[in-house]
C-alpha cells in the first residue's frame, strides 16, 4: 500500500539533469557500471535531440528536485511498437506513486503517437523482484524470456503491454 503520493510535476527533462539523473541511477543499486553509462546515453540522445530516437519524461517534486525520469521510443522497424528503455525512481520516493504516474503519462504519450504496444526488458535476478512486481502491478504480462541473456543465470525477462488506442478503439488480441 502507497503512502500519500508528493505532488508531483511531470515534464521533459533538462540537460542539467544529469547529475541527478547519474544520482538516482546510481543510488537505485541494480544496474552495472555499463547499464549505468547506457542510461546517460540514452538520457543525453532524449534531452539533445527529443523524439529522434529517444523521448524523455522526468517527475520533480514541489522544489522542483528531479526524483525519478523515464525514456522511451518507437522500436525501428515495426509498426506501433515502443520500447520503454528506461525507468528509474529515487529511492527516497520508492512506493509512493512515482512510478506509475511515469510509466501512465509514457503509456499515454505513446498512445496519442499511435502506438499499441510498450516492450519493457529487465533481468530475473532477485535485486530486480521489486520491478517485476511493479510491471505486473501496472498490466505488463512476462511474454518472453532469454535464460542467461545478461549473464550466466541472469535472464531476460521482456514484458508487454497492449495500449487502449487513443481514438477510444479497443485494442487488438
Ligand atoms: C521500479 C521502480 C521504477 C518503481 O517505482 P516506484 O515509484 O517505487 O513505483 P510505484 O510507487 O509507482 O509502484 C506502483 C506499484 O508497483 C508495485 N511495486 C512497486 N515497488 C514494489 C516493490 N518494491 N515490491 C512489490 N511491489 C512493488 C506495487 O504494486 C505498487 O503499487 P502500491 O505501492 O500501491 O502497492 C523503482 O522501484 C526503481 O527505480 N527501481 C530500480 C530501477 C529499475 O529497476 N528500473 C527498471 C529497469 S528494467
Redesign the pocket.
Known sequence: ??VAAPPLTLRPPRPSDRGRVLEIVRA?G??RPSEVDIALEVFGGAVQKPGVDYHALGAYDDAERLI?FACYGSTPGTEGTWDLY????D?G?????????LMAACERAIADAGGRLVV????SRPD????R??YQ??AYGATARIPDFYAPGDDLVVYTKRLVPSTGERPHG
Not at 528506461?86 to 525512481?89: E, L, M, Q
Not at 520516493?93 to 504516474?101: D, I, M, S
Open positions: 500500500m502507497s537505485t541494480v544496474f525519478g528506461w525507468i528509474a525512481v529511492p520516493t520508492h512506493r509512493r506513486g512515482v512510478g506509475r504516474a519493457v526488458e529487465t533481468s530486480y523482484g521489486p520491478t512486481a511493479f502491478a501496472l
